[in-house]
Structures are given as C-alpha cells and as structure tokens.
C-alpha cells in the first residue's frame, strides 16, 4: 500500500466516523425534511421524478 491510499482511508474513516452520528441526530430530531415528487413534465423524454417512479424505488428496495 502507498502512503496516499493510507492517508486516504484515514481521511474516510475519521468522515464517516464524524458524519454518521451527525445524521442519526438530524434524523431523531426531526430537522430533515422529506422532498415529495414534482409535477410530470408531459414533453419531456426524460425520467421523472414522480410519486410513480417513487412508489416503484420503494417497491424495489431488498
């Protein structure tokens, strides 16, 4: 191993060791707020974010 592949799961492991708790705080607090879907863009080709597309992400979950 190099010293940068070192010095870079270091760098990882102090981030997710400082941000993991900082999201279960900010999750049991209640400050996160929840996006719902937009409204369908009927001329675009593209794939929405919809309650739709939301419903099959959550049905698909394992």
Do not use: C, I, W
């Not at 996160?32 to 698909?60: C, F, I, N, W």
């Amino acid at each position: 191993m190099t010293q940068e592949t070192t010095a870079s799961r270091r760098n990882f492991l102090k981030l997710a060791s400082v941000s993991a708790p900082a999201a279960a705080v900010a999750l049991a607090s209640g400050t996160v707020a929840e996006a719902g879907p937009a409204e369908p863009d009927l001329t675009s080709d593209k794939m929405q974010d919809t309650a739709h597309t939301r419903a099959y992400y959550e049905s698909a979950r394992f």
